[in-house]
């Protein structure tokens, strides 16, 4: 089936404006994450959503960060009044969430760089 | 708090040859699972295998094995047989095995193939 898809591919805006990073799921896959990763970097923990359950907001970085999963499906991370140091490329991922290791394995999308000028 | 360290920014393989890539990680916790991820210039994150803390015995997928030393705190990855495609950076990837299911990740290594 369908992979993990994420919109856009890349994004450009200026500082001060404000962007939506859209996140598509594996069909049946009940929790997603995001992850930030900046050049050279490995992956920073943002967010994460388990079915209806409230989601784990600990890894954001600040209140300019927030992000919502309608449907149980689709999420979208906001990031408002962009600063430089927001660009990177954030990565989404989800998993099945039925227990054990192998339904918890993360399947990631191709990510969204963003470039914050 | 978990740690997870990839000491080797870099490495380089001669196509065919075998390679190593270290990981080394902190905890406290017995119950754990390990994880090693490619990232192609695709930027796509792919599983390439996966190991659990209780089993003793190391995982294998095709070229690619492990090494898992679970008293040294160590996670090896073997690749055999070298290939073109093998190019990318690799990170290594620490989930707890309780309820909380965030990955900490080493900050990766890059491998080169050389033809």
């Known amino acids: 089936g369908a992979g993990v898809s994420q919109s856009p591919s890349n994004k450009v805006t200026e500082k001060g404006k404000d962007v939506e990073l859209r996140c598509d799921p594996i069909?049946?896959?009940?929790?997603l994450y995001w992850y930030r990763q900046s050049l050279g970097q490995g992956l920073e923990f943002l967010i994460y959503?388990?079915?209806?359950?409230?989601?784990?907001k600990s890894g954001l970085p600040s209140d300019r960060f927030s992000a919502e999963r309608t449907g149980g499906s689709v999420s979208t991370l906001t990031i408002q009044r962009t600063q430089q140091e927001d660009s990177a490329v954030y990565l989404c991922?989800?998993?099945?969430?039925?227990?054990?290791?192998?339904?918890?394995?993360?399947?990631f999308g191709p990510g969204t760089r963003l470039l914050v000028l | 708090a978990q740690t997870v360290t990839q000491s080797q920014p870099e490495m380089s393989v001669q196509e065919a040859e075998t390679v190593t890539l270290s990981c080394t990680y902190d905890?406290?916790?017995?119950?754990?699972?390990l994880f090693w991820y490619k990232q192609p210039p695709s930027r796509q994150m792919i599983l390439v295998i996966r190991?659990?803390?209780?089993k003793q015995q190391n995982a294998t997928e095709n070229r690619f094995s492990v090494n898992f030393q679970k008293a040294a705190k160590s996670f090896s990855l073997k690749i055999s047989d070298s290939q073109l495609g093998d190019a990318a950076m690799y990170f290594c990837?620490?989930?707890?095995?309780?309820?909380?299911?965030?990955?900490?990740w080493g900050a990766g290594t890059k491998l080169i193939i050389k033809p």
């Open positions: 990837a620490y989930r707890s095995g309780g309820s909380n299911y965030q990955l900490i």
């Open positions: 905890t406290s916790e017995s119950d754990y699972y």
């Open positions: 190991q659990e803390a209780y």
């Open positions: 069909s049946g896959h009940t929790a």
């Open positions: 959503f388990q079915g209806n359950s409230a989601p784990d």
């Open positions: 991922a989800s998993s099945l969430r039925g227990g054990g290791p192998y339904q918890e394995t993360q399947y």
